[in-house]
């Protein structure tokens, strides 16, 4: 049972380059979700979906994309990386609104 | 802007010892609270679940609830090394349903 899967778990890129961070979940849930963490900040909401087709903002949505064009997937597209964007990128989901939120491993990046 | 706050800490308590956390909250519509531990530089794991005033025990961890305070805790009876960690309170927003999660507050269990 793997749960939620991201990858990649760590990576390094230049200023201006772009990428995209994979999630994946084997729970068939509804919901699922990108969160930011930087030290001492706590998560911050970037970007979440209640189903295929219909994504929407979080709290800190600027500077990145998101598609959800199948239940299991949520890509995160970063265009135009920015130093501010290096961080610890996490992967959620959850059946519906209300209930538990499973996170993934999380991604490590680092924008030099 | 809604709000969930907690004491950073470091919260030092001895082995054996109850180890208690607090969390406040500032959506009075908030349905579902939700307390996570996160180990360094780990993703945060799902401990307890709360969503009616009062207490839900799971083992060693108590939840605590209080709506009318917006007041949520969590306690830890006989403290372990093992559960030294930060730990994320986290609360949905009443009309969507998306959580709120606190700075949280950072354990150390000392042997």
């Known amino acids: 049972n793997a749960g939620v899967t991201q990858t990649p778990k760590f990576r390094i890129l230049k200023i201006g380059q772009s990428m995209t961070l994979q999630c994946t979940q084997d729970m068939n849930h509804n919901y699922m979700y990108w969160y930011r963490q930087d030290p001492g900040m706590g998560l911050k909401l970037i970007y979440y979906s209640v189903g295929a087709g219909i994504t929407d903002k979080g709290e800190v949505p600027n500077g990145y994309n998101v598609s959800r064009s199948t239940t299991e997937d949520f890509p995160l597209r970063l265009e135009l990386a920015a130093p501010s964007q290096t961080s610890v990128y996490f992967c959620a989901s959850s059946y519906r609104d209300n209930q538990p939120q499973h996170f993934g491993d999380g991604t490590r990046l680092s924008i030099l | 802007q809604k709000e969930v706050e907690q004491n950073s800490g470091p919260l030092s308590v001895p082995e054996g010892a109850i180890a208690s956390l607090n969390c406040t909250y500032s959506d009075r519509g908030s349905q579902s609270f939700f307390w996570y531990r996160q180990y360094s530089g780990k993703s945060p794991e799902l401990i307890m679940s709360i969503y009616s005033n009062g207490d839900k025990e799971d083992g060693r961890f108590t939840a605590q609830l209080n709506k009318a305070s917006q007041y949520v805790s969590l306690l830890i009876r006989d403290s372990q090394p093992s559960d030294s960690a930060t730990y994320l309170c986290?609360?949905?927003?009443?009309?969507?349903?998306?959580?709120?999660f606190g700075k949280g507050t950072k354990l150390s269990v000392k042997p």
């Open positions: 986290a609360v949905n927003e009443g009309s969507q349903g998306n959580l709120i």
